[in-house]
Nanobody, 115 residues
Framework: QVQLVESGGGLVQAGGSLRLSCAAS????????MGWWRQAPGKQRELVAL???????NYADSVKGRSTISRDNAWGTVYLQMTNLKAEDTAVYYC?????????WGQGTQVTVSS
């Protein structure tokens, strides 16, 4: 059974930074492109960042230049480093494979940015 467990969220002031982690069971990270999504209250889940098996990355325009996605295949972990956080970054952040699998969604980690 695949498990993706997100952590690292919290309450931070605007302009601050956070590093989110996603620990995956089995070899999910090692054999898949991975991504981070987020869902703000009252809004649909949106893609934030992707990382391919080869390490190529893509970012949503809203976080480009402020976020870095990375992966550690040995530890089966995916990270999202976020800097210069803004109030509009407030959301629950999730990781998943890319393309995502509905059954893999975890509980997410809450990021709250105070202005």
């Amino acid at each position: 059974q695949v498990q993706l467990v997100e952590s690292g969220g919290g309450l931070v002031q605007a302009g601050g930074s956070l590093r989110l982690s996603c620990a995956a069971s089995g070899n999910i990270v090692r054999f898949n492109a991975m991504g981070w999504w987020r869902q703000a209250p009252g809004k649909q889940r949106e893609l934030v960042a992707l990382i391919s098996l080869g390490g190529s990355t893509n970012y949503a325009d809203s976080v480009k230049g402020r976020s870095t996605i990375s992966r550690d295949n040995a530890w089966g972990t995916v990270y999202l480093q976020m800097t210069n956080l803004k109030a509009e970054d407030t959301a629950v952040y999730y990781c998943n494979t890319s393309p995502y699998v509905d059954a893999y969604w975890g509980q997410g980690t809450q990021v709250t940015v105070s202005s």
